[in-house]
């Protein structure tokens, strides 16, 4: 019986006992300021990480990709129920394609769909010069104007 009462007197004596004593060190303690920029940091390279932007235009210059890329960031932060509709609606879509276009003469995949849908598939001739979206390369495919693509999962 003793021995439950030792438990409340000890916390009690080490609070006391705190309240006069300096830390023994600071050399392990951290700012606001420096917890705020390291949660920062955190958060901005998670993102960078986990941000897939669509293939760029190859005619596209200077800042563009890059200033895309921070404007999803700054979605995906500040509202990431947005970008998560938005990547359902992608992959609702990549299914579409690929039922739309599953042959066993095309070997055509949910990969090769996603790749079509986040512009992938680019296209350089005499009449045409630029990406392929999935209705440019539909009204390709149907006057005959583009072959299917013979590509891989693996050289995706």
């Known amino acids: 019986a003793p021995s439950r009462y030792l438990l409340p007197i000890s916390l009690f004596s080490l609070n006391a006992a705190s309240l006069n004593s300096e830390p023994p060190c600071n050399c392990n303690q951290q700012s606001v300021l420096d917890i705020i920029w390291s949660c920062a940091l955190t958060l901005f390279l998670c993102t960078w990480v986990s941000i897939h932007p669509n293939v760029p235009d190859p005619n596209e210059e200077g800042w563009k990709p890059l200033w895309r890329q921070l404007k999803i960031m700054y979605w995906s932060i500040l509202a990431p129920e947005l970008v998560l509709t938005w990547a359902f609606r992608q992959y ?26 986040m512009g992938g598939f680019h296209l350089q001739s005499k009449d045409y010069s630029g990406v392929l979206d999935p209705e ?10 583009i072959l299917f693509p013979d590509i891989t999962k693996e050289e995706i």
């Open 92 to 117: 609702m879509g990549a299914r579409m394609i690929f039922h739309q276009y599953k042959k066993p003469e095309h070997k055509w995949t949910i990969k090769h769909a996603h790749f079509l849908q």
């Open 136 to 145: 440019k390369f539909h009204d390709f495919l149907e006057k005959h104007k």
